[in-house]
C-alpha cells in the first residue's frame, strides 16, 4: 500500500512538472510582428531588427519589403500584418480612409531625396534632368508610377521639367526602387532614379545629380499600426521605438533625415 502512495505521487508530481515544462516552452515562444515596410528601408531595419530583438527577447520581427502600392494592396487584401512602413503619403492615406490604419496610430516618420544614379564607369555628365533628353544616354530606369513611390515622383519631376512625353520611349519599369537600382548596376539602364539612401548601398553607382525638391512632392514616409493586428501592445512598443534615439541614429546613418516631432 505504502509503494502504490508513493507512485502515485511521483506520477502526480511528474504531470505537475510536465505541466509546468509546456507552460514554460510555451511563454519561451516570441512574439512575431509582421512588418510590411517599403523595399527602401531594407538595409536600416535589418540593423534595427538586430538591436531591437536583443533588447526585447519576447518579439521577433518579421519583414515583408515590397513597393509601398504593393503592400498596401497585400494589406487592403487582408494579408497580416502588424505595421506599414510607406515611402509615400498616398498609400497610408488609402489605407487610413479605408480604415485599416487608424489616423491616431499613423505619423510621419522619415524625410527622403531623389536623385539620378548612373554607373559607376560611365563617362557622360548629368548636370540637370534636361541632360537626359541626350542621345548618349539610352535607357532610363523608374519605379512603376502607379505602385511605386519613387516612380511618381520621377514622373513628377520629369512632368515639372516638360520632359515625361519626349522621354517615353527611354523608359524602363521597375517593380521597386532597388529593381531601378539593380537595372542601372548591370547595364540595363544608362540612368535611373532612386532615393539618395538606395544610391548610398551601392559601390557600383555613382549619384550623378540630385533632383530638385520642388519639382515633386515631398519625399515622406509615413508608419502606421494595421488595424487587424493581434498584437496591439507589441505593434505600439516598436513604433514607438522607431519614433526614438536609437532607431533615428541607425536611420540617419543610411541617409534618411527625421522631420521634426
Same mark, same amino acid.
Given at each position: 500500500?505504502?509503494?502504490?502512495?508513493?507512485?502515485?505521487?511521483?506520477? &502526480?508530481?511528474?504531470?505537475?512538472?510536465?505541466?509546468?515544462?509546456?507552460?514554460?516552452?510555451?511563454?519561451? #515562444?516570441?512574439?512575431?510582428?509582421?512588418?510590411?515596410?517599403?523595399?527602401?528601408?531594407?538595409?536600416?531595419?535589418?540593423?534595427?531588427?538586430?538591436?531591437?530583438?536583443? =533588447?526585447?527577447?519576447?518579439?521577433?520581427?518579421?519583414?515583408? &519589403?515590397?513597393?509601398?502600392?504593393?503592400?498596401?494592396?497585400?494589406?487592403?487584401?487582408? !494579408?497580416?500584418? +502588424?505595421? &506599414?512602413?510607406?515611402?509615400?503619403?498616398?498609400?497610408?492615406?488609402?489605407?487610413?480612409? @479605408?480604415?485599416?490604419? =487608424?489616423?491616431?496610430?499613423?505619423?510621419?516618420?522619415?524625410?527622403?531625396?531623389?536623385?539620378? #544614379?548612373?554607373?559607376?564607369?560611365?563617362?557622360?555628365?548629368?548636370?540637370?534632368?534636361?541632360?537626359? !533628353?541626350?542621345?548618349?544616354?539610352?535607357?532610363?530606369? /523608374?519605379?512603376? $508610377?502607379?505602385? #511605386? $513611390?519613387?516612380?511618381?515622383?520621377?514622373?513628377?519631376?520629369?512632368?515639372?521639367?516638360?520632359?515625361?512625353?519626349?522621354?517615353?520611349?527611354?523608359?524602363?519599369?521597375?517593380? +521597386? #526602387?532597388?529593381?531601378?537600382?539593380?537595372?542601372?548596376?548591370?547595364?540595363?539602364? *544608362?540612368?535611373?532614379?532612386?532615393?539618395?539612401? +538606395?544610391?548610398?548601398?551601392?559601390?557600383?553607382? @555613382?549619384?550623378?545629380?540630385? /533632383?530638385? $525638391?520642388?519639382?515633386?512632392?515631398?519625399?515622406?514616409?509615413?508608419?502606421?499600426?494595421?488595424?487587424?493586428?493581434?498584437?496591439?501592445? =507589441?505593434?505600439? *512598443?516598436?513604433?514607438? &521605438?522607431?519614433?526614438?534615439? =536609437?532607431?533615428?541614429?541607425?536611420?540617419?546613418?543610411?541617409?534618411?533625415?527625421? $522631420? @521634426?516631432?
Amino acid at each position: 500500500m505504502y509503494r502504490k502512495r508513493i507512485g502515485v505521487v511521483v506520477v &502526480f508530481l511528474a504531470v505537475i512538472l510536465s505541466g509546468c515544462a509546456a507552460k514554460n516552452t510555451e511563454s519561451s #515562444v516570441p512574439t512575431e510582428l509582421i512588418v510590411s515596410a517599403a523595399v527602401s528601408l531594407t538595409d536600416s531595419m535589418n540593423e534595427i531588427q538586430s538591436l531591437y530583438e536583443k =533588447e526585447h527577447g519576447d518579439i521577433k520581427l518579421v519583414f515583408n &519589403f515590397g513597393s509601398s502600392g504593393a503592400l498596401q494592396q497585400q494589406i487592403e487584401q487582408g !494579408a497580416p500584418s +502588424d505595421l &506599414f512602413l510607406s515611402a509615400g503619403k498616398k498609400q497610408m492615406k488609402a489605407l487610413v480612409d @479605408k480604415q485599416l490604419v =487608424e489616423e491616431s496610430r499613423q505619423t510621419g516618420l522619415l524625410l527622403n531625396e531623389l536623385v539620378i #544614379v548612373v554607373s559607376t564607369d560611365m563617362q557622360g555628365a548629368v548636370s540637370s534632368v534636361a541632360d537626359l !533628353a541626350k542621345p548618349q544616354f539610352g535607357k532610363l530606369a /523608374i519605379g512603376e $508610377p502607379d505602385t #511605386v $513611390p519613387a516612380g511618381s515622383y520621377a514622373k513628377e519631376s520629369l512632368e515639372f521639367y516638360k520632359l515625361w512625353d519626349q522621354l517615353q520611349s527611354k523608359l524602363v519599369y521597375a517593380k +521597386d #526602387v532597388r529593381q531601378v537600382l539593380t537595372y542601372v548596376e548591370t547595364g540595363n539602364a *544608362d540612368v535611373g532614379f532612386v532615393y539618395k539612401t +538606395d544610391a548610398m548601398t551601392s559601390k557600383k553607382v @555613382k549619384v550623378a545629380s540630385i /533632383i530638385d $525638391p520642388s519639382s515633386h512632392k515631398s519625399i515622406e514616409y509615413p508608419m502606421g499600426i494595421v488595424k487587424a493586428t493581434k498584437h496591439l501592445q =507589441e505593434a505600439q *512598443d516598436f513604433y514607438d &521605438f522607431l519614433r526614438g534615439a =536609437e532607431a533615428r541614429e541607425i536611420f540617419a546613418k543610411y541617409g534618411f533625415t527625421v $522631420p @521634426k516631432q
